[in-house]
């Protein structure tokens, strides 16, 4: 946004962008988690009432749902995103931007020079909660989850916040999520993780085919 006001108040502007145009929202968190809760949600809304509910006689069809999701986020292509920035005048520099100096940025061996100001706007990535095991476990982040290319048979949710509505979309795709306390250790056990209960009980949830994980943010277990 910051970039697009810039450019259309007549500054030249660059972007240096090390993934996609477009970054987490639109591909691993709003668009793709509301392309697959926005199915659930309204399917539920039509049970609501009655008159419309006995026209609904299935269940969600998931392979559709996530079709329609990948549709959205452009198969993972930014293709889609770029023309913004063209059709605003805005210089794409794709590559790892390091700060040189008060206003230069390098992007590999070259150094951009700006006239006015370096905005950061990095952005930030999942934080794992220090839970032992838990990162050699390679537990799912928004990334993962907003990726799957189908639904896991079963799944241990950590956390709450925005990731809920992750759970509310999978547990309408079908997902046994079970409901627990905190977890206090995290452990792969063949294709199963299996997830430690502050009361000791466990729960087990599938690892999934490589190289997919187990979606485990931080916070307790719902
Ligand atoms: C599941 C989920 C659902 C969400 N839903 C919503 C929603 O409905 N509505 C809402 O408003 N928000 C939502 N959010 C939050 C939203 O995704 C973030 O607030 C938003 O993505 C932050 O944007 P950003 O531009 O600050 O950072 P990012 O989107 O993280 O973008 C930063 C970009 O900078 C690039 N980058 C970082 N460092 C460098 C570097 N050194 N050199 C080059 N490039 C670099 C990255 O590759 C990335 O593309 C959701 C988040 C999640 C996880």
Not at 167 to 181: F, N, P, T, W
């Amino acid at each position: 946004m910051a970039a697009g006001r810039l450019a259309q108040a007549g500054l030249d502007v660059a972007i240096v962008e090390a993934e996609k145009v477009g970054g987490e929202c639109s591909f691993y968190a709003c668009i793709p988690a509301m392309a697959m809760l926005r199915p659930g949600s309204l399917l539920a809304e039509v049970r609501r009432v009655p008159g419309a509910a006995e026209a609904v006689t299935g269940p969600l069809d998931v392979p559709t749902v996530l079709a329609r999701r990948d549709e959205l986020t452009g198969h993972q292509e930014d293709a889609g995103q770029v023309p913004w920035l063209t059709e605003r005048g805005i210089t794409l520099v794709r590559g790892w931007g390091r700060l040189a100096g008060e206003k230069g940025v390098a992007v590999g061996d070259a150094i951009l020079e700006a006239r006015q100001a370096v905005i950061l706007a990095g952005g930030t990535r999942a934080a794992l909660p220090d839970i032992d095991g838990l990162a050699d476990a390679r537990p799912w982040t928004n990334r993962e989850a907003t990726t799957a290319p189908a639904a896991p048979k079963s799944l241990v949710v950590i956390g709450g916040g925005v990731r809920e509505q992750l759970r509310a979309s999978l547990a309408e795709q079908g997902v046994d999520i079970r409901k627990g306390q905190s977890a206090t250790a995290v452990r792969r056990q063949g294709d199963s993780v299996i997830v430690t209960l502050s009361d000791r009980s466990t729960q087990s949830c599938d690892s999934w085919a490589k190289p997919h994980r187990f979606f485990c943010p931080r916070g307790p277990v719902l």
